[in-house]
């Protein structure tokens, strides 16, 4: 069955630190990939998205992310990362008649 | 920048009460989503809108729940008879296209079944 996954709920790096939150994903075809950002109390921000083309992807907030086909995977990165940064992470691909289908988020914390 | 409206920003309502969930999606957007996170869940999806009818629904999406576009402007979510597993966030969403183009999203709305 076609899916996004994020293997992990919780991640936890020190500011200034890079960060690195996991996605993979199982779908026929080119896949197209998203990541989205949700800060508390707020909805999803859009930050950067895999069509085609490099695979080396990059979004707002300085964040970017990494398509890997022979991995599955669309690893989100930042080479810094910022105690603002802390909010929690989805992964999502539009999936047969599904616009969307978010993974099940995972917590980013940055500790100062 | 434009943005995805939402109101109210909390609902209260009693089980078996009828609530409508409301939207101003960005202008210029063709299609339109509603989607709902269950406290400590995932994002689900529950309908898209485009051309003035449903274009794809969940399973979630049952004969409870519909949608419309009353106006040029807003996009309604109704919920005939809440039951009290329908609390959640309801997030609306619009895009100018489908497949590779992002979708933008509504601050939610908390919807509390008692």
């Known amino acids: 069955a076609q899916s996004v996954a994020q293997p992990e709920d919780q991640v936890n790096v020190a500011e200034g630190n890079p960060l690195t939150v996991k996605c993979t994903y199982s779908v026929s075809g080119n896949p197209y990939l998203f990541w989205y950002v949700q800060y508390p109390n707020r909805g999803l921000q859009f930050l950067l998205k895999y069509i085609t083309g490099d695979n080396l992807v990059k979004g707002s907030y300085g964040f970017e992310a990494e398509f890997n086909k022979s991995q599955t995977s669309f690893h989100l990165k930042k080479p810094s990362a910022l105690v603002s940064d802390s909010a929690l992470y989805f992964c999502?691909?539009?999936?047969?008649?599904?616009?969307?289908?978010f993974g099940k988020g995972t917590r980013l914390s940055v500790i100062a | 920048e434009p943005e995805v409206t939402q109101t109210p920003s909390h609902q209260v309502t009693q089980m078996g009460q009828e609530v409508i969930l409301r939207c101003v999606p960005i202008s210029n957007h063709l299609y339109f989503y509603w989607y709902r996170q269950i406290l400590g869940q995932k994002v689900e999806f529950l309908v898209s809108f485009y051309n003035n009818e449903i274009s794809e629904k969940s399973e979630i999406f049952d004969d409870q729940f519909s949608v419309e576009r009353p106006d040029g402007s807003n996009f309604t979510l109704k919920i005939r008879s809440t039951k009290l597993e329908d609390s959640a966030m309801y997030f609306c969403?619009?895009?100018?296209?489908?497949?590779?183009?992002?979708?933008?999203f509504g601050p939610g709305t908390r919807l509390t079944v008692t």
């Open positions: 999502a691909a539009p999936l047969g008649n599904t616009p969307l289908v």
């Open positions: 969403a619009s895009s100018d296209g489908q497949g590779v183009h992002e979708q933008y």
